[in-house]
């Protein structure tokens, strides 16, 4: 009788083991699974880079940007948040979120593209087809509504720059020529008002409030370095220094 009943006790121990067992390599298979699961993820996304400034967008002191370049899969992208001071903590105002193409880093430049004395921000945020055009977002602050605006069409105009002899945005394309193009900001957009273009010949346009085209100007281009002039005036006629 005490064989029998050691017999059954070995044989419960026995199968209680096993499943022990089981139990434990189950588990040891789901945390691997996990783990690779983990390790994809990580493989499969990636932070390129992080920009934060409180000192000096907007009105300085009282506002802050945070920027992040990251990557999901094949695609990159720009998250853009903006925050005004409160009493206690930053208040988030606005977030903006963009497919990039660029392979520069971001670059920022802050500094007043409005004059209104306060400072907006451009960064790289795109890819151009030729290596001298830097295709960057322009962000402007509205102090009235305390945030950042995304100026929309701002990548389709390279090297953009505070024009402080017309109170403007200029911007300089570089093509099979170069065209040196005029705009104001109006809204969340750049509008052109003028523009100077230099191939065969030099061409300066005045644009209208509906988008029409004017001619002013024609003249022969005979030295092939003035191609690829930037101008900061077009009425009269000057170059950028």
Same mark, same amino acid.
């Given at each position: 009788m005490k064989l029998y009943?050691? $017999? #059954?006790l070995v044989f419960f121990i026995s199968c209680s083991t096993k499943q022990l067992e089981k139990g434990i390599e189950k588990?040891?298979?789901l945390n691997a699974t996990?783990? /690779?699961?983990? %390790?994809?993820?990580?493989?499969?996304? *990636?932070?390129?880079e992080v920009f934060s400034d409180s000192l000096n967008i907007g009105e300085k002191g009282k506002c802050k940007i945070e920027i992040v370049k990251h990557r999901v899969l094949d695609d990159t992208y720009l998250i853009v948040k903006f925050y005004t001071k409160g009493p206690k903590y930053w208040y988030h105002q606005n977030t903006y979120l963009y497919e990039t193409t $660029? #392979?520069? !880093?971001?670059e920022p430049n802050i500094s007043d593209f409005n004059n209104d004395n306060l400072n907006d921000i451009t960064i790289v945020s795109a890819a151009a087809a =030729? !290596? $001298?055009?830097?295709?960057? =977002?322009?962000?402007?602050?509205?102090?009235?509504e305390k945030q950042l605006i995304?100026?929309?069409?701002s990548e389709e105009y390279p090297n953009i720059l505070y024009n402080s002899e017309l109170d403007c945005i200029d911007a300089f394309l570089v093509h099979g !020529? +170069?065209?040196?193009?005029? $705009?104001?900001? *109006? !809204? %969340?957009? #750049?509008?052109?008002? /003028?523009?100077?273009?230099? %191939?065969?010949s030099r061409t300066v346009y005045e644009i209208d409030n509906i988008g029409n085209r004017k001619?002013?100007?024609?003249?022969?281009?005979?030295? +092939?370095? %003035?191609?690829?002039? =930037?101008y900061k005036n077009y009425k009269p006629l000057k170059e950028s220094e």
């Open positions: 009943i050691l $017999a #059954l588990n040891q298979n996990k783990d /690779a699961q983990r %390790d994809t993820i990580v493989q499969n996304t *990636e932070i390129i $660029a #392979l520069m !880093g971001l =030729r !290596g $001298a055009n830097e295709v960057r =977002r322009l962000f402007i602050y509205n102090k009235k995304s100026i929309v069409n !020529g +170069s065209t040196t193009v005029f $705009a104001r900001i *109006e !809204g %969340d957009s #750049l509008k052109e008002f /003028a523009s100077v273009n230099n %191939d065969n001619l002013i100007r024609r003249d022969t281009i005979i030295d +092939s370095d %003035d191609v690829y002039i =930037r």
